[in-house]
């Protein structure tokens, strides 16, 4: 009955590899976020959608690409890894308008 | 632009301690503020919230008050337990654009209770 899921939890990559991470809530909400924490525990938003259409895009490089094939759900994909994108990636939801944003467990991205 | 700065840590305690982290914010609007708090391998959980001028959010022993005067939303608890430990976030939400609610984020505090 996990609210938000991601999918990996753990992935790890060779610099230059393409990949996705997957994310999933069932409790309705309408806008879904991806976050970067690096090491230092520093949190950032990178995206936001609202029902369906990006409304945030906080000057991310564009080898990120979200996607939001429904409300349930908002992807990352992300081109030619880097060292740097090396942290964890936290999905969350929340329904527009409402404060609280709920958050998944988080994809540790390790790039070598 | 907004910005929340937050009590550089880490903050070590013993158990049924006193703790206080201090955050304080620049806002261009008239935010919400949070307290989340992300224990070891988990994602962030909120842990309490105010939305105007001297609100107090409070749960699991925990309070903060919204103090427009010094910009401020600092975390209290008066006897803090091992479970406590945490890293916990001050953030806020611009509450002026509906539907574009993004958390802007302080740097975290790693809490360390010791028995």
């Known amino acids: 009955d996990t609210a938000v899921s991601q999918t990996p939890k753990y992935l790890v990559t060779q610099m230059g590899n393409d990949k996705s991470i997957k994310c999933e809530q069932n409790?309705?909400?309408?806008?879904m976020y991806w976050y970067k924490q690096d090491s230092k525990k520093f949190l950032k938003i990178m995206f936001s959608?609202?029902?369906?259409?990006?409304?945030i895009n906080e000057t991310v490089p564009n080898r990120f690409s979200p996607k939001s094939p429904d409300k349930a759900h908002l992807n990352l994909h992300i081109n030619s890894l880097e060292l740097g994108d090396s942290a964890v990636y936290f999905c969350a939801s929340s329904q527009a308008g409402r404060l609280k944003q709920f958050f998944g467990p988080g994809t540790r991205l390790t790039v070598l | 632009g907004n910005s929340v700065t937050q009590m550089e840590g880490p903050v070590t305690l013993s158990e049924e301690a006193f703790l206080t982290i201090n955050c304080t914010y620049t806002?261009?609007?008239?935010?919400?503020l949070f307290w989340y708090v992300q224990y070891p391998g988990e994602g962030l959980q909120l842990l309490l919230k105010a939305t105007k001028a001297d609100d107090k959010g409070s749960n699991k022993g925990f309070e903060a008050t919204y103090r427009k005067e010094t910009t401020s939303f600092h975390l209290e608890k008066g006897s803090v337990q091992v479970s406590d430990s945490a890293v916990y976030f001050c953030a806020l939400s611009d509450q002026s654009n509906f539907g574009n609610e993004k958390l802007t984020f302080g740097t975290g505090t790693r809490l360390t209770i010791i028995p």
């Open positions: 959608y609202n029902n369906k259409e990006l409304i």
């Open positions: 409790l309705g909400h309408d806008t």
């Open positions: 806002a261009t609007g008239y935010p919400s």
